[in-house]
């Protein structure tokens, strides 16, 4: 056990001060009864019922959830396959070039990214909207996605997947039965991740969206740019509520899996990793 | 070839055995190293036989060639006649205990063992039945619904070979499967072992580092050094007549004297024990160069002064003794400076010699294993 000292209780405070504050307040203020928004008017739910009848902001949170859970789960089996690419196929040829083309979305500027997809788009002569948003989000979340499953792959033993050959089970049933049972916390995670970066996505999004797909982000920064209005407050808050209650479902269905008996947890490692791109 | 001291219970007479398995001439090279090199073995059917090497020699890149889990750049692998060589392993009727057991972490015991009979196919109550079986057979029915990970070192293993047992696979082959065990829990699980290969009549293929394991478990030993196979025979074979110096200094302790053949082809002259004679004349040249092996269980020795003539008797001092409750071990110092064991039993009688005495040690001709390379 490490001693909790003095020291580090002081970090430990200081970086969650650092951290939640802001959104401390943020979900203060959307309680907030005034509509001036440096000025506190008492409690009050108003904003949220207010938010209710705000049909262009239920409309872009529609839109950012639909894209999200679609663009969540494109990458993540489109990073999923190039990880067991990169991890079980060995040397193969091009296999350097592979690896970073895949990697080189990390350290992209997003509006590289997003120029180069809208001149895609606009060459292609493809009309903007709901599906190109989805088609950049996924090309921006599958690299992460394959960073997290890559990592879970290299330490996973192969000899289990041999032993299931062994005993008789063909290669596509022994990737079903053993490695995804296995390798689904990391799988898990990655989709959680995806799904967190194409909601709050604003770049990538404003250069790809089309007319009728406005994103909750793309929406929101409008608004702002024209003061802060207290609904946002409550949207925002909304959205936290949302993110958190999906990462504690995915650390929770972690945890799960390694009650049943499987040793592979959640890493924090596989997360800090991606702090670097 | 024939068989010396085959178990009980074992294979049928040795040399009328069918061969299961036919290794031939089977070459495994990882970049420029050969892992094994040019290899041929016949495996008969209803035999337990071990492989016997050096970590590294290429014990489990031959099972893995077998299992079909690395491709040969060479020779051929053959089982019942049939050439494996484009059966992928998942459809070979072979199975494999992995050394780490590689269970399945996310399934019970239950599940683990039922794996490999689900994939196969059949009816639900047939696969309950032959795993509810398989587990009374290894003791574990109280187990099944446990995780590997709640298991000891001891219950893990039986369940990995229980996993490959109850496919009733034409060939077990098992890595290693004692290594990770406490001694104790070893000689056990080696009998149990023993017995179940005699209970089902399987052929094991079984692989191990141990030549005391070897001994005991198997009907016959292949001896591999660095890829290749030194000799292969019955164990009380490969341990009175071994085939070479490697195979004589790694089956069990030996004392090595170089020296060269007599003129009469019945004595080896120049060794640092002096003359040594033999029991049977040598089938070489007189004058060429070639070794004395003498087990230091084979070894006497006593403060007794030889007699006039007497042959086969080498003065020294001891050096060291080290006491082993049953037998007592003693390095013996010859004039030229090396070192001889000899094993004693400790079971009363003569004093037993002490330090810096001098001592005589004789062995009788027969004792004298003649090896040219
Ligand atoms: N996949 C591999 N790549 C490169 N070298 C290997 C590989 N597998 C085994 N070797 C080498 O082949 C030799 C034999 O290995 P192995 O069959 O595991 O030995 P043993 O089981 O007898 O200890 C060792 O020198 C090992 O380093
Ligand atoms: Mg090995």
């Not at chain 2, 070839?1 to 031939?24: N, Q, Y």
């Amino acid at each position: 056990m490490r001693r909790v000292t003095a020291f580090n209780l002081f970090a430990i405070v200081l970086g969650i001060v650092f951290l939640y504050l802001p959104i401390v307040i943020l979900v203060i203020y959307s309680f907030n009864a005034s509509r001036l928004v440096a000025v506190w008017g008492g409690w009050s739910t108003r904003w949220y019922g207010e938010l209710a009848g705000d049909a262009a902001i239920l409309d872009a949170a529609s839109i950012s959830l639909r894209v999200a859970l679609v663009a969540a789960s494109l990458a993540t089996l489109l990073g999923t396959l190039a990880a067991v690419a990169l991890v079980r196929f060995g040397r193969f040829r091009g296999r350097l070039l592979f690896a970073s083309m895949i990697y080189a979305p990390l350290v992209m500027p997003e509006v590289i990214t997003g120029l180069s997809l809208l001149l895609l788009f606009v060459a292609l002569a493809i009309e903007r909207g709901f599906w190109t948003v989805v088609i950049a989000h996924t090309t921006m979340a599958a690299c992460f996605v394959t960073v997290i499953v890559q990592s879970r792959l290299v330490d996973f033993d192969m000899s289990l997947e041999e032993a299931a050959m062994d005993l008789g089970a063909p290669p596509l049933r022994t990737f079903l039965t053993v490695t995804l049972p296995l390798i689904l916390p990391a799988l898990a995670a990655a989709w959680m991740l995806a799904f967190a970066l194409s909601l709050d996505d604003l770049v990538i999004a404003s250069f790809t969206t089309g007319p009728g797909a406005t994103t909750l982000p793309i929406r929101i920064y409008s608004e702002v740019r024209l003061g802060v209005k207290p609904e946002i407050n409550a949207v925002c808050s909304i959205f936290i509520a949302v993110v958190c209650i999906a990462v504690l479902a995915a650390s929770l269905a972690a945890k799960l899996t390694a009650a049943r008996g499987a040793p592979t947890r959640l890493r924090t490692g596989d997360l800090s990793r991606l702090d670097a791109g | 070839m024939h068989s010396v001291g085959a178990k009980p219970g074992s294979a049928p007479a040795a040399g009328t055995a069918r061969a299961l398995l036919c290794i031939e001439s089977l070459t495994k090279r990882f970049g420029d190293f050969a892992a094994v090199d040019r290899l041929s073995l016949d495996i008969r059917d209803g035999e337990f036989f071990a492989l016997l090497g050096p970590s590294g020699c290429g014990k489990t890149t031959l099972l893995r060639l077998v299992a079909g889990f690395e491709r040969p750049h060479a020779g051929r692998i053959l089982l019942d006649g049939v050439d494996l060589a484009a059966v992928p392993p998942h459809r070979r009727p072979v199975n494999m205990m992995f050394q780490n057991y590689a269970l399945f972490p996310h399934l019970s015991v239950e599940a683990n063992v039922a794996f490999g009979l689900k994939q196969e196919g059949l009816p639900r109550d047939e696969i309950a039945g032959r795993v509810a079986d398989m587990l009374a057979l290894v003791k574990l029915q109280h187990f099944a619904a446990r995780k590997p990970h709640q298991l000891s070192g001891g219950e893990r293993s039986r369940v990995a070979l229980a996993r490959c047992l109850v496919k009733r696979p034409r060939l077990l082959l098992l890595d290693e499967p004692l290594a990770a065990l406490d001694k104790k829990l070893r000689d056990a699980t080696r009998f149990e072992l023993m017995a179940l290969q005699r209970q089902l009549g399987l052929t094991f293929v079984i692989v191990t580092h141990d030549q005391g394991e070897a001994m005991i478990v198997a009907d016959r030993i292949g001896v591999m050094e660095s890829g290749r196979l030194l000799q292969v025979g019955a164990p009380a074979e490969i341990y009175e007549r071994p085939n070479s110096r490697w195979v004589a200094d790694f089956v069990g302790e030996v004392n090595l004297f170089a020296g060269r053949l007599g003129d009469d082809r019945l004595s080896v002259e120049g060794t640092a024990a002096g003359r040594l004679r033999l029991a049977a004349p040598v089938a070489a040249e007189p004058r060429t160069t070639l070794w004395v092996a003498v087990r230091p269980e084979r070894l006497r020795l006593s403060g007794d002064q030889p007699a006039a003539g007497e042959e086969n008797c080498v003065a020294g001092t001891v050096a060291e003794i080290g006491y082993l409750g049953d037998v007592s071990v003693y390095r013996v110092r010859l004039a030229d400076g090396s070192l001889v064991k000899a094993a004693a039993a400790n079971s009363g009688g003569a004093p037993a010699p002490r330090p810096d005495e001098p001592v005589y040690l004789r062995f009788a001709p027969d004792a004298a294993i003649v090896l040219t390379r």
